[in-house]
């Protein structure tokens, strides 16, 4: 069966030549600015780098989306990463693009790989010279999420993809260490049956190998046969969570689902029998809202308007009937788009019928979040949050030091995006923190006043039972 081959022939021209102009801007000298993080559920199309850094601001403008995805970094040819194999990770008119981005509540992932050039994980020939190559990324460009695009020779690549998971699976902890959070993404290949083996087979290795994936994003494109494209991605969808499940075992239904993203290729597709129309990015978009899937993106950003003729296939136009930007609106429903509705606010009540406090009503960095009597203070004034955060009193509750293991206590901090401070409703009333798998825990169990809050396996007992605000 072809695989996605993110019209390779068409592009690698135009990725030249786009390449070399930007690489001609000035180079930026400082890291981009942090970014606020991402919410539970989000589209984040991918954003072909070869083109102009305003496509950011554009889509933006147009639609409310305030999620991307780079495509790709890729080596220049030795173990360096670059966008698009020739321009500059520092470049001036991307970083001003990300810096504009995030200071109007957006977010950006970057993806290493896809179709074209040469994977880094197949450049770098050692787990020490890869890891020093991501970092220098994600310090760079202030990443909360780097997205994996392996596929065609680099995921039958085995040692690569080993050398690939020890690298990531060292910087995350290394991170995680110094109170950051790393979410790794993998973007695989698949059909509607599900992932095949080598893709399973890299992530047991992941797995194996201590690797934290958030997320598993299927590329929903190119199976083949003509198939309705709607059906077909959900169906990929529903095998992927039967496979998640058959990796990593202890994780509940929600959490499994919480682990995918879905990336069909917009309009016609390289198989050009196949056609993804805006229907059936509606039927996708409302599969993933009701089941909790993460993260839906597309191929690509710059195709996202209707051709000349309908039945076009091209790397600037759909090929399908739509307007502007059709698909980046219709996916963003996902996130709310722009509607700027309320957020829930109110008491977290919980075990002994107490409340989720925070201890002294205390702002300071590190202050105990605990049980205690419900007593309607701002000490217990709880926003559910659209990134997906807890907050009070103006900060947001907090794993300590980004910590995911039984025991680690639960506290108030400055809000900042990470996984640490991400939070959603698990099965049986639990609150479940994505980036661990693990639920918000009474320490004991015990309903005494001032019982400390941390995180413990789920295991739906009262003192894992939370009622948030509606």
Request: glycine share 12%; hydrophobic share 40%.
């Amino acid at each position: 069966m072809r695989r996605p081959s993110r019209l390779t022939a068409l592009l690698a021209p135009l990725a030249l030549a786009a390449g070399t102009l930007l690489a001609a801007a000035p180079a930026a000298h400082a890291a981009a600015n942090p970014g606020p993080g991402f919410p539970a559920q989000y589209a984040a199309p991918y954003v072909e780098t070869w083109g102009s850094p305003a496509a950011l601001a554009n889509a933006r403008n147009a639609t409310g989306l305030k999620y991307f995805t780079l495509a790709f970094v890729i080596s220049d040819g030795s173990c360096n990463a670059t966008f698009n194999g020739n321009t500059a990770i520092t470049d001036a008119g991307w970083q001003s693009a990300i810096n504009s981005l995030r200071a109007a509540g957006g977010d950006v992932i970057a993806s290493f790989g896809g179709a074209s050039g040469t994977e880094l994980g197949q450049a770098c020939t050692t787990v020490s010279s890869l890891k020093a190559q991501y970092k220098r990324v994600v310090d760079t460009l202030n990443l909360t999420k780097i997205d994996l695009d392996i596929e065609g020779g680099a995921l039958g690549d085995t040692t690569a993809n080993d050398r690939r998971n020890q690298a990531l699976a060292q910087l995350q902890q290394e991170y995680a260490a110094a109170g950051r959070n790393l979410a790794v993404h993998y973007t695989l290949p698949v059909n509607p049956t599900g992932l095949e083996s080598n893709s399973i087979s890299l992530l047991n290795n992941a797995k194996s190998r201590g690797l934290n994936v958030g997320v598993v994003n299927i590329m929903t494109m190119d199976y083949g046969p003509t198939l309705d494209m709607g059906k077909a991605a959900t169906d990929a969808a529903t095998a992927l969570h039967t496979q998640l499940g058959q990796i990593w075992t202890t994780k509940t239904s929600q959490q499994l689902w919480a682990m995918e993203g879905n990336t069909p290729m917009i309009g016609v597709n390289d198989s050009t029998n196949e056609v993804f129309t805006t229907a059936n990015a509606t039927t996708l978009t409302n599969f993933a809202r009701s089941n909790g899937i993460q993260l839906l993106a597309f191929w690509a950003l710059g195709r996202d308007k209707a051709c000349a003729t309908n039945g076009t296939l091209s790397d600037t136009c759909s090929g399908t009937p739509q307007s502007a930007y059709q698909f980046a609106s219709t996916f963003n429903g996902i996130t709310g788009g722009g509607t700027g509705n309320p957020r829930p606010t109110g008491r977290i009540s919980g075990y002994g019928g107490k409340c989720v406090d925070v201890a002294a009503a205390s702002s300071a960095n590190g202050t105990a979040v605990q049980l205690y009597d419900c007593n309607g203070t701002a000490a217990q004034n709880w926003t559910v949050a659209a990134d997906g955060s807890l907050q009070a009193l103006g900060k947001c509750l907090d794993a300590t030091g980004a910590g995911t293991a039984n025991g680690t206590q639960l506290q108030l901090w400055d809000c900042n995006g990470t996984g640490a401070q991400k939070w959603q409703p698990g099965s049986g009333s639990t609150l479940v923190n994505p980036v661990s798998g693990r639920c918000v825990d009474a320490t004991g169990p015990s309903s005494a006043n001032g019982t400390r809050l941390q995180l413990w396996d789920c295991f739906g007992a009262a003192n894992q039972q939370w009622l948030l605000p509606a």
